[in-house]
């Protein structure tokens, strides 16, 4: 994705529920650096609106019609998209069990939909900065929640290899962190070093290990037996 303008964020809302959109549209409107530039109200609607609006942030629903939210985001910002916008998944626990397939899908991040508006607008720009979302109670309720799934295969484990020579000792007690659901600020407690610390090593994780954001270094995390409790 090109840079993104932190003082003019365009969004594109994408959900099938008309009031739900609505509430979306309310909220983000009424911020000063963030303009609504569509909605969809289906998945193959928020596909080709995002393509031809070129919005920064896509804030996508999971349950739509035609097509899901998972293929959806699949399209916009999978491996094969090119200059894909930042899609913010926005879902609910007690419906939804495919969040995992949607950080695996490209999301940069989801958030509940009973999440305060305050915490929903922060959170556009968090990915707009380009930075994944992952509340660490969020993230932690997701661990819990998919723990099964996310166990490593053996067709991993050479994958676990290449991660470890990858990275150094003390990047890899970070990987490890960041996959337990920890913030920079929690890290740096944990480990006792400063946070801009603790940013610098998430970079050189990112860049060693070719992803995009914090969310894809859990997904790598579980898929391998990184994260706490798969080893």
């Not at 609505?22 to 289906?42: H, K, L, R």
């Not at 990047?171 to 929690?186: D, F, M, T, Y």
Request: charged share 25%; glycine share 6%; with cysteine.
């Amino acid at each position: 994705m090109s840079y993104v303008d932190p003082r003019h964020i365009r969004v594109l809302v994408c959900d099938d529920q008309a009031l739900v959109r609505t509430g979306y549209v309310t909220i983000f409107s009424s911020q000063p650096d963030m303009e609504v530039v569509g909605e969809a109200e289906n998945g193959h609607e928020a596909v080709q609106t995002a393509r031809r609006l070129r919005p920064d942030v896509v804030v996508m629903d999971i349950r739509m019609p035609l097509l899901d939210g998972i293929q959806a985001t699949r399209q916009l910002a999978g491996p094969d998209a090119e200059d894909p916008p930042k899609v913010l998944v926005v879902t609910t626990f007690n419906v939804d069990a495919y969040v995992y397939d949607a950080l695996k899908a490209g999301a940069s991040g989801f958030l509940l939909k009973d999440t305060p508006p305050a915490q929903l607008v922060a959170g556009i720009r968090t990915v707009a900065r380009g930075e994944a979302l992952l509340a660490p109670a969020v993230t932690r309720h997701l661990i819990g929640h998919f723990a099964g799934h996310l166990r490593p295969t053996d067709s991993a484990r050479p994958a676990r290899e290449e991660v470890v020579k990858a990275l150094t000792p003390r990047e890899l007690e970070v990987l490890r962190q960041i996959a337990g659901g920890l913030s920079n600020a929690e890290i740096a407690a944990e480990l006792f070093i400063t946070p801009e610390t603790v940013k610098t090593y998430v970079s050189r994780i990112l860049a060693k290990l070719g992803l995009r954001d914090r969310v894809q270094a859990v997904v790598l995390a579980y898929r391998v037996g990184l994260a706490s409790g798969t080893d």
